[in-house]
């Protein structure tokens, strides 16, 4: 869901008028006549247009084969809503056409399973799309014909926004289809924020498909290892007194600016949020959500932790012995990889926050796709000024120096065939932690280096949040199989657990940072005599995870750039308290 900045507030009034409009519309538009004929849509239709009717039932055909579109590249209408860096005005066609569409699928019951998971790299010069599990079901008045309704994500090349959509279409087993219908009303983006619609050609051939039946099994694992979730609202039955309307809340969090937001507590997880320009959203499990900074505490910080457990010593190795372009720069010879992770290389232009992160010179780090151009900026660019370790300055560089050093030590010390994303951090805790499998690989170059990104790139669904969340909110240290995967010395200071280390001083004297996590003092908030430390995850456009003391978990994802959350806090607080009684 998305915010409209002042310059903008005539496109807003227009996007609910043709909301209004398309509510009007007749009950069910995206009929067979209409699916089988050559009529493209005039404006967005409802999200309800994507969903079983009331006379839904279960599916008189399965898919199994390949489906393909066609003239991806020719049809498609486009509206824009905000565009910062004016991509839609330079390159409209660019923007309003899907990349090539030619994937597998199989069915399990009424699921509908996409072969390929995750980001799938595509020629596009914009988008690449990420498929996820749909549903299937007939309906009388599609006369004998299986409907299929699946979401989907455009996910920017090279970035991380994700514009999330869905798409449907009528087919039989024999490999009749209709055309395909598609939507794009949401996102969560803070500087593109579009719809895109169309009706496209598409062919459908049935054919076995290699690994079917483990498909449908791990599909199947995926559903059942999700926590039980319930509408935020049912928060007041469970906890009588406590007020759901605090977590999420639009004096925080404007609702149009909101994508997704959950509060998680004894092992349940309560949702909101999940709504578009067009309604709410159909498949709210599985909408794709951007890490952006996340990943600096889940992939960096966590990612790192868990290979010091393995080579004890690690976070004391020094980044110009493991990446050359540091070493050749000058001024990196004492920088020791923790205090790359903590964003404290001593190597800034400004201590004021976010003033280097924002400054003009590093559009060309994050938009350069090779290894080579980041790796040289990163070590180059910012003058050394401070002792290492001393001086906190938010820069993502730090982290990509950090994983680029990380990678290499990798390759040399347990195998040139061995990756830090995919052998450490997937293999050794997303994997056995059950995640999802969007989270089984993040951005990299697009060059043989194939560096992850290690500071952002990963998409999550709300469960993954979730439950990554509680394992690490837990009053005992996160194990895996009884067995603690992390340095714990070093996980108790990211996690606020070391009284005597809380990490450096950022923004002001109320936040801390460490081992890629951000701390806050929550004590005012919560009419506490002491401070209370909250460790959290934070990301760009306004993004938050907290990992409170007692034990509950609240996080959003929103593209507004607020990243508020006090009155949820506090609110937590209230309903289990983590400092003494609970304030009036």
Known sequence: MTRCVPRCAGLLAMAVAATAAANALPARVLDRTFLFGREQPSAPLPMSEFTPPASASAPLHTIEGRLTLSREALLGAMQVWRDDYGTSKAAPEILRHLPEFDFEFVTSGEALIPVRRGSIESRHPQWEFVLEPGRLWTSPEDDGLTRAALPFSLEERNANCLHNGVLTFLFDAKGKISRVAYQVSSETCAYLKLDLWGVLPARYRPAPIARAGEIRAAYAREVAARLPTRPIEALAAAYPGANPAAFGSPDEVPREDMT?????????????????????????????????????????????????????????????????????????????????????????????????????????????????????????????????????????????????????????????ARDFYRDIVVAKL?????????????????????????????????????????????????????????????LNIALQRDPVNRGLRAIDDSFRYARGFWAHDVSRYIGCAHPVWVPYMAGFGGINVLLLPNGTVYYYFSDGEAYRWATAAAEAHRIRPYCGKAAP
């Not at 010091?308 to 920088?335: H, N, S, T, Y």
């Not at 992850?452 to 990554?468: K, N, S």
Request: hydrophobic share 40%; with cysteine; proline share 7%.
């Open 430 to 490: 997303w994997t056995p932690l059950g995640l999802s499998p969007v989270l089984r690989e993040t951005r990299r170059t697009r060059d043989l280096a194939a560096q992850p990104f290690t500071g952002w790139g990963l998409m999550l669904h709300r469960d993954d949040i979730a439950r990554l969340g509680a394992w690490l909110a837990a009053s005992q240290l996160p194990a895996i199989g009884g067995i603690q995967p992390f340095d714990e010395r070093e």
């Open 260 to 416: 997704a937001y959950g509060f998680v507590i004894d092992g349940v997880h309560y949702v909101g949020g999940c709504d578009t320009r067009a309604g709410p959203y159909p498949f709210c499990d599985v909408l794709d959500l951007p890490s952006y900074s996340l990943a600096k505490s889940l992939v960096a910080g966590l990612g790192s932790l868990a290979l010091a457990r393995e080579l004890p010593g690690l976070l004391d190795e020094r980044i110009a012995d493991w990446v050359p372009a540091c070493k050749a720069a000058g001024g990196w010879d004492d920088v020791r990889f923790r205090d790359a992770l903590d964003m404290a290389t001593g190597h800034f232009d400004s201590t004021r926050y976010d003033e280097d992160e924002k400054s003009p010179a590093m559009p060309p780090f994050f938009i350069a796709e090779d290894h080579l151009t980041k790796i040289e900026f990163a070590c180059r660019h910012f003058p050394r000024r401070a002792a290492p370790g001393t001086q906190w300055v938010y820069h993502t560089i730090d982290t990509y120096v950090l994983g680029t050093a990380l990678e290499a030590l990798v390759k040399r010390k347990l195998g040139p």
